[in-house]
């Protein structure tokens, strides 16, 4: 039998996806789907970059409310976890006291293992990013036109182009990759950022996560993109992996997960190599760029985006801090 998961549904506004996926990120939760009626009006304006492919259904999210959409186990975890995010509703309904933050109400359902993939498809289209690439869900047709087309099934895994926090690692990887890189994806998800990065020109891609059905989903898409070859993914955690240095190295991670593992990330490194970090909320900046410079980096470029940041840096090997 599948396993059973919850499927809840906080219905908000455009201005109040900061604030709640600040929050639910503060009670642990990370893998977030969000639709929301700007991302309408944004695609159609260009904000995204030229497209000239518009999909009938694309039409249906002009008019929807602004959802915010996660999954928990059906279990007493997930109970809990429920509680957690309905006081926490409680909470910053009271804080919005002009409402700008949508009702901020939340509803229930369940689903099982074998349908996760088809309650998560109804919200996905092709979606271009930065200036070249364009994510296309395997089960949509979509003309990529001078884009290059990086088809996904996230499935159960994190990662789909969607979010401001994968969306902001894939546009600094198609300025950072040099052909002939070699790249670790830290937290590998369905494994988009090393397939991007492959697409992109690099010579080889690392992926490690501790979800093994990241990874299952992660060596799935490489086959889809034709990148397996070129391509490893292991469930690990970093402390695992064997000392070898790479050009560039990504993690989208929480800023607590990123804390922990910046002790370890410089090791995997080249010198004057390049760290992209995602997932980081706002106001956990100054934390990350602390321990930034106690380990040895230079900013390259910093980018927000509806309270998420992503941070390119430079580490130089040889300087003393």
């Not at 009626?37 to 039409?59: C, I, Q, R, S, V």
């Not at 052909?179 to 998800?189: A, F, K, T």
Request: hydrophobic share 40%; proline share 3%.
């Amino acid at each position: 039998m599948g396993r059973a998961w919850t499927k809840i549904d906080i219905f908000t506004s455009s201005e109040g996806v900061e604030p709640l996926s600040s929050a639910l990120s503060d009670l642990g939760h990370h893998s977030l789907s969000i639709v929301d009626a700007a991302d309408f009006e944004n695609l159609m304006d260009g904000k995204y970059g030229a497209w000239d492919y518009t999909d009938p259904e694309l039409l249906k999210l002009r008019d929807a409310e602004t959802t915010v959409t996660l999954y928990l186990s059906e279990d007493a975890q997930g109970h809990e976890s429920l509680k957690a995010i309905q006081e926490m509703l409680s909470q910053l309904k009271a804080t919005d006291l002009t409402r700008s933050f949508g009702r901020l109400d939340c509803s229930t359902s369940s689903i099982k293992d074998e349908n996760w993939a088809e309650s998560w498809k109804e919200s996905y289209e092709p979606i271009p990013i930065g200036e070249k690439l364009i994510v296309c869900p395997t089960w949509i047709e979509c003309d990529p036109g001078r884009r290059i087309m990086l088809r996904i099934d996230p499935g159960m895994a994190f990662g789909t182009g969607y979010n401001e926090t994968t969306r902001m690692c894939l546009e600094a990887l198609e300025k950072m990759v040099v052909e002939g890189n070699s790249v670790l994806d830290i937290g590998c998800g369905s494994g988009i950022l090393s397939i991007a990065a492959l697409l992109f020109g690099a010579n080889s891609a690392f992926g490690i996560d501790i979800d093994e059905i990241a990874i299952k989903t992660a060596k799935e898409n490489a086959d889809i993109n034709g990148v397996s070859t070129q391509s490893k993914f292991t469930c690990c955690t970093l402390t695992d992996v064997e000392n070898e240095t790479h050009d560039i190295v990504c993690a989208n991670l929480s800023a607590d997960v990123i804390l922990s593992l910046m002790p370890e990330i410089p090791r995997f490194l080249k010198n004057e190599g390049v760290l992209i970090l995602s997932g980081i909320i706002k106001n956990r900046e100054q934390d990350i760029l602390n321990a930034l410079l106690d380990v040895g980096f230079s900013i390259l470029k910093h980018k927000e985006e509806n309270g998420w940041l992503c941070i390119v840096l430079n580490i130089f090997k040889g300087n003393n801090h």
